[in-house]
């Protein structure tokens, strides 16, 4: 089925660990995005990708870096795990040939830091 | 930058109520509006948008939003809940220009008893 494809689905790491969260989609979307959700925060976006070659800090990007590798695939690097980033991750793509900005979101996640 | 805020954190309804969940948003400019649904253990959904035309925009399952620009808001109603209705309810906005992204409210959680 078309869509967002996210792995790992679940992680647990340790202080100081190193991992990479990825992320791709089939529906050949220009637009890819990482948010994080906790509980009562909502959804805060970390980076973002408006198109294949650039990347933006959204509102919550630091202890994170991106790599947009092509059109299809968006991945989201933790350097140095901290506890604080113990949080469900969801990516995104969207496009605007839709004539929407429909947005399509992958099934998460779940990041444990200890 | 915009913002949005909900202003419930947690409704509690029976069964046939009736919903109003606030939205308000923080952008001078013209914004594209949604509202997305989180059913327990699964990713969001679009409930419904708004881009531009009639401010009254019907979504799936019943649902509607009002666009009021004069008071900056976007509210989700039902006329009539449902017990499957319980869900994470956020309200999401994104400035009309490219290369922007979806801001998402905090959230609104929904139970409803039957």
């Known amino acids: 089925n078309a869509g967002v494809t996210q792995t790992p689905k679940f992680q647990v790491l340790k202080t100081g660990q190193s991992m990479t969260l990825q992320c791709a989609q089939d529906?050949?979307?220009?637009?890819m995005y990482w948010y994080r959700q906790d509980p009562g925060m909502g959804l805060r976006l970390i980076y973002y990708?408006?198109?294949?070659?650039?990347?933006d800090k959204g509102e919550v990007p630091n202890g994170y870096n991106v790599s947009r590798l092509n059109k299809r695939e968006f991945s989201l690097r933790l350097e140095s795990a901290a506890p604080s980033q113990t949080s469900v991750y969801f990516c995104?793509?969207?496009?605007?040939?839709?004539?929407?900005?429909?947005?399509?979101f992958g099934s998460g996640t779940r990041l444990t830091v200890v | 930058a915009q913002s949005v805020s909900q202003h419930n954190h947690h409704v509690i309804l029976s069964e046939a109520a009736s919903l109003e969940l606030g939205c308000n948003y923080s952008?001078?400019?013209?914004?594209?509006l949604f509202w997305y649904v989180q059913y327990p253990g699964q990713h969001l959904q679009l409930l419904l948008k708004?881009?531009?035309?009639?401010?009254l925009v019907k979504g799936i399952k019943g649902f509607e939003a009002e666009f009021i620009k004069s008071k900056f808001s976007f509210n989700l109603r039902k006329p009539s809940v449902q017990w499957s209705d319980t869900a994470e309810y956020f309200c999401a906005v994104r400035a009309n220009q490219a290369g922007t992204a979806l801001i998402f409210g905090k959230g609104t959680t929904l139970s409803v008893s039957s």
């Open positions: 708004y881009f531009s035309g009639d401010p």
């Open positions: 990708s408006a198109s294949e070659g650039t990347t």
């Open positions: 995104a793509s969207s496009d605007r040939g839709q004539g929407n900005y429909g947005y399509t």
């Open positions: 952008y001078g400019g013209t914004v594209n």
């Open positions: 529906m050949n979307h220009n637009s």
